[in-house]
């Protein structure tokens, strides 16, 4: 399945994000190339929120993966805050990773050999340096303050979540990655945890790019910008 021909044009503000005909291909076991992503241009601002939408194998976590600099592209442009993401060597893209993007993943991604609170102060060692009082308010934001000495086993699927969205804030990022946050939650759970992010977003002044294929979830966004899911190899087949 291909990622392709996503254009937005997002302006309320301050270009954050820019993609310019980005692509992402992979071999497949027998040798055959596959591209996943096919970008030819995405743009978001300054503190907007947008949910992408699409079903599984449809290249949302490699498209989240490439702007925020985890996978390097085959080819293209993506400019984050200013600097160009795609041309930096890999400490530098680890760099601008730490201090501009916070990400979200599904399955949150905690250490379990930490608490909560050493968790988000984990998160923070990466970035502009710890900040303990900060740490703290954001797990009491997230309803956790009589949580801090808690592991992950210790806590709810939801409660983990809420660690995990104060962890991507805990570098005052000016963009949130949020990939398929709510898959592993209930839905009353799901629809706490995307009012949690959007209004945490919201209040540290981030940028918010989710993805999701959760109709529940993309209802709860202004602005949803859908995934083309095409795969050409499937196509050519049929033809």
Do not use: W
Request: hydrophobic share 40%; proline share 3%; with cysteine.
């Amino acid at each position: 399945m291909m990622l392709q021909n996503l254009q937005t044009t997002l302006s309320s503000g301050m270009l954050l994000l820019q993609v310019s005909q980005l692509k992402k291909s992979f071999r497949s076991p027998n040798g055959d190339l596959h591209t996943v992503v096919d970008v030819p241009a995405f743009a978001l601002d300054e503190k907007v929120q947008v949910a992408l939408s699409g079903e599984s194998g449809s290249g949302k976590t490699t498209f989240l993966h490439l702007i925020a600099g985890i996978l390097k592209p085959d080819s293209g442009l993506i400019t984050l805050a200013g600097q160009e993401m795609s041309a930096l060597s890999e400490p530098a893209r680890d760099r601008l990773r730490a201090t501009t993007i916070g990400y979200i993943f599904q399955t949150f991604n905690l250490l379990q050999g930490y608490t909560c609170l050493e968790n988000v102060l984990l998160g923070m060692s990466f970035g502009p340096g710890v900040d303990r009082a900060f740490a703290l308010s954001l797990l009491e934001r997230v309803g956790l303050a009589n949580k801090l000495k808690h592991y992950p086993r210790q806590l709810s699927t939801g409660q983990q979540q809420r660690v995990a969205v104060a962890r991507a804030l805990a570098n005052r990022p000016k963009l949130v990655l949020a990939d398929e946050p709510t898959g592993n939650l209930d839905h009353k759970n799901a629809r706490e945890a995307i009012a949690l992010i959007r209004e945490a977003c919201r209040e540290n002044g981030a940028a918010l790019l989710l993805v999701s294929h959760d109709r529940d979830v993309l209802a709860q966004f202004e602005t949803v910008q859908g995934l083309e899911k095409i795969n050409r190899s499937l196509l050519e087949n049929a033809n």
